[in-house]
């Protein structure tokens, strides 16, 4: 029923480090839980790493507190992570490092029930950190939450889109020193200079940090994710 991923298959790296850590098959790990071989390593500068094999959970664990302690059913079939429509929320978190800065995060994403956001990616920005809500308040809006302690649909990134359930949307993410700029297919949605510019997250989403992938009282699948450090 499961099946290896394709088009980004396991590096021999990410394998292996896996198989140190002794996250292999193993659902749901807390960082602070990691073997004292350590965590996931982040990716060397230049270097792309996947974060889903396509077959398993190995090195992302479910996110049971706060608002996900009524999460859905989350597991793995055909390929991708199954997110079920939880009350309110249904989410991952990586395990593994992840730089703060000069990063790139890519996935698919596709709503599969429910019409709120079905992807709302938690990633640091330096050492503060920040939500890409995609698809939220009522199922259209997408923008970063929070900047300036405003929710992504009032503030400079906010833009409006519409999303097709079962339909599978590519997803960029990319935070540099300078800028956090973002596509959902070719489309480029954030555009934003870091400059002065706060960010932060709200308090459902402090169990993802410092990266994770939630829904919100939706169902949604993920596959093709990867971790690129520039």
């Known amino acids: 029923m499961n099946q290896a991923c394709s088009n980004h298959g396991c590096s021999r790296r990410f394998v292996a480090t896996l198989l140190v850590a ?31 094999d396509g077959q398993s959970l190995a090195g992302w ?3 049971k507190d706060g608002a996900f302690e009524h999460h859905g059913q989350v ?7 199954v997110l079920e429509r939880g009350s309110l929320q249904t989410g ?16 698919e994403a596709m709503r599969t029930d429910g019409n709120d956001f079905f992807c709302g990616l938690t990633f640091p920005v330096g050492d503060e950190p920040c939500t890409w809500i ?3 308040w009522g199922g259209s809006v997408v923008g970063l939450s929070n900047v300036d302690n405003d929710a992504a ?27 956090i700029d973002a ?5 480029q949605m954030i555009d934003l200079e ?30 093709h994710i990867s971790l690129k450090r520039l």
């Open 194 to 223: 870091r400059g002065e510019h706060k960010f932060s997250v709200w308090w459902e989403q402090e169990p993802a940090r410092p990266l994770g992938i939630a829904t919100w009282d939706t169902g949604a699948a993920l596959r």
């Open 22 to 52: 002794g996250l292999a098959g193993c659902a749901s790990t807390p960082r602070d839980k990691m073997t004292p071989s350590g965590p996931i390593p982040a990716p060397r500068p230049g270097e792309t790493i996947p974060l889903f």
């Open 134 to 136: 995609i698809g939220g």
């Open 92 to 107: 991952v978190g990586w395990n593994g490092q992840v730089p703060r800065d000069d990063y790139e995060v890519s996935l």
């Open 75 to 81: 597991g793995v079939k055909d390929g991708t992570i």
């Open 153 to 179: 649909v009032e503030n400079v990134t906010t833009q409006g889109m519409t999303f097709e359930s079962n339909r599978w949307y590519k997803i960029r993410l990319r935070v540099t020193t300078a800028r």
């Open 61 to 63: 664990r479910v996110l």
């Open 183 to 187: 596509w959902i297919d070719d489309r």
